[in-house]
């Protein structure tokens, strides 16, 4: 079953524009991470945020995390048309396993 | 090499038959990783190894499904009498796995299984 659950399922935009993609999880985690993935390629890790942080950047990247409503944000900024691909959220959750779990993804289309 | 190497890329394959993918990780990378991907969704988790072992193969569907990482480096994903059901990208990471945690997974282009 899928841990993480992306929202919305997908997303169009048009360049310029800021894209927000939202995460939820149901259990307690160490941290949270999210990917992107170009169409027929494999996933590429963007950023982690740790369980006890609320918000990190990267370049035009801001992540947020609410441990409390156990949900997590990813905010594109000034969006181009090569961010088109999708974005998923992976946990890695308190349970003892040793892998992420990862959500069913946002499908971001960005229209130049 | 400079990433995670998946062979084959693609792979067809008539209901029935024996398959094999290889994954080659990251070098030093200790915890290697394999996902399942059917189209539109994310990743599912199948098998985790650290070094030889495999410390989690809780994700495997079934006994058709069996994984080896002998040398602790290469690993290689191996399904029995493959089902129609059985088609989809398989995603082989690895990680340093330095900590308590997990971190960062550096993911392969994966193997595209597709079954008949």
């Known amino acids: 079953s899928q841990q993480g659950e992306e929202d919305p399922q997908a997303l169009s935009i048009q360049e310029g524009e800021n894209a927000t993609m939202n995460c939820s999880y149901k259990t307690s985690i160490n941290n949270l991470q999210w990917y992107r993935q170009n169409s027929g390629r494999g996933l590429v890790h963007l950023i982690l945020i740790r369980s006890n942080e609320r918000e990190k950047h990267s370049g035009r990247l801001r992540v947020t995390l609410d441990t409390s409503k156990k949900s997590s944000s990813l905010l594109i900024t000034a969006s181009r048309a090569a961010d088109t691909a999708s974005y998923f959220c992976a946990t890695d959750d308190r349970t003892g396993r040793r892998a992420l779990t990862f959500g069913s993804g946002t499908r971001l289309q960005v229209q130049p | 090499g400079a990433g995670v190497s998946q062979t084959p890329s693609n792979k067809v394959t008539e209901k029935g038959k024996y398959v094999e993918l290889r994954c080659d990780p990251i070098s030093g990378h200790t915890a290697l990783y394999w996902y399942r991907q059917s189209l539109g969704q994310g990743p599912e988790f199948l098998i985790y190894f650290q070094g030889t072992g495999a410390a989690d193969d809780s994700g495997l569907p079934n006994d058709r499904f069996f994984a080896v990482r002998p040398e602790g480096s290469v690993s290689t994903l191996k399904i029995q009498r493959t089902e129609r059901g059985d088609s989809a990208v398989y995603l082989c990471?690895?990680?340093?796995?330095?900590?308590?945690?997990?971190?960062?997974?550096?993911f392969g282009e994966g193997s595209r299984l597709t079954v008949l």
């Open positions: 990471a690895s990680s340093l796995q330095t900590g308590g945690d997990t971190g960062e997974l550096f």
